[in-house]
């Protein structure tokens, strides 16, 4: 089989039949199955799956996993897929009709890509907020990096939303850090960053914007309370994928009082004060995550 297309959940049972009926649009010729890991939901997300499967000829099939993380459920996705390219689409996002095609093409042009990702576009519930800064617009999952396909070096890296890996990468390396990534309600990641830089170190990393993906932003989201709280869980989730954790701890404990001093001067500037404010949490995540992997 060419291709596996995996759709980890939690408790998003609509989202999650809007996210594969965009899959029975697809305009890909080859075999696909999808895998729908539902990673303990308590709704009703595995009678969706079987309607769902109830529409088509393509396999659905349907992966119930007990033990609560996005990055267990991950694992579990690569295990269970037989496609020779595994593609993850995230349970609230929709694909467009030329996704699957657009990314296994690509694959298909090289044997040295590991790992394929594509456009992210936002489906804001509501307007888009005036507020948000152009630096903060990734932590909403938001991704247009070329309007070509091209290589991405590092530090730029796909987007989980819309991220494919060759399954035969997984022979050698070991797949997604169960340390990281969200578990529950809280916002841990930096799993997508760390599997791709060991990927790095073998294969090559692409993005093409022919295979897009619209991804739902639901108007909880759109707030600085939630946005600095998304903030605090990068800093804590860069320090515990980070092998340089006692460095973290005093560049972070010096720049604290700058910022707030910035803060201070720059205090008829919102954009300003968002910034350094931004900042502070983000050093306080920083701190929060190394001390967390002492405990």
């Given at each position: ?172 390396l070991k797949p997604f850090r169960e340390d990281l990534g969200r578990v529950g309600s809280n916002l841990l990641s930096s799993e997508e960053a760390e599997l791709i830089d060991r990927i790095r170190s073998r294969h090559t990393v692409f993005y093409t914007p022919h295979a897009w993906v619209r991804h739902k932003i639901p108007r909880s989201r759109v707030s600085r309370k939630w946005l600095l709280r998304r903030i605090y869980w990068q800093g804590v989730s860069s320090a515990v994928s980070s092998e340089r954790k006692t460095g973290i701890i005093v560049k972070s404990v010096l720049k604290i009082p ?38």
């Amino acid at each position: 089989m060419k291709a596996t297309v995996a759709i980890c959940t939690h408790n998003r049972a609509e989202d999650v039949r809007e996210a594969l009926l965009s899959l029975l649009r697809q305009n890909f010729t080859d075999a696909f199955e999808v895998i729908v890991v539902d990673n303990r939901s308590t709704d009703n997300t595995k009678q969706v799956v079987q309607e769902v499967n109830k529409m088509t000829s393509i396999p659905i099939i349907y992966v119930y996993e007990e033990r609560l993380g996005l990055s267990v459920a991950r694992n579990r996705a690569i295990r269970e897929a037989k496609g020779e390219y595994v593609l993850f689409l995230d349970d609230d996002a929709m694909a467009s009709k030329e996704w699957i095609s657009g990314i296994v093409s690509l694959f298909e042009t090289d044997p040295r890509i590991g790992c394929v990702g594509g456009r992210i576009e936002p489906a804001w519930e509501g307007a888009e907020p005036t507020w948000l800064l152009p630096e903060n617009r990734t932590l909403y999952t938001i991704l247009d990096y070329s309007n070509e396909i091209v290589e991405m070096k590092k530090p730029a890296i796909p987007f989980g939303a819309n991220v494919a890996f060759r399954k035969s990468v997984f022979d050698s390396l070991k797949p997604f850090r169960e340390d990281l990534g969200r578990v529950g309600s809280n916002l841990l990641s930096s799993e997508e960053a760390e599997l791709i830089d060991r990927i790095r170190s073998r294969h090559t990393v692409f993005y093409t914007p022919h295979a897009w993906v619209r991804h739902k932003i639901p108007r909880s989201r759109v707030s600085r309370k939630w946005l600095l709280r998304r903030i605090y869980w990068q800093g804590v989730s860069s320090a515990v994928s980070s092998e340089r954790k006692t460095g973290i701890i005093v560049k972070s404990v010096l720049k604290i009082p700058v910022f707030l001093l910035l803060t201070v001067i720059f205090f008829f500037d919102k954009h300003r004060i968002f910034r350094n404010i931004s900042k502070i949490i983000y050093n306080n995540g920083l701190i929060s995550g190394v001390l967390r992997t002492y405990n």
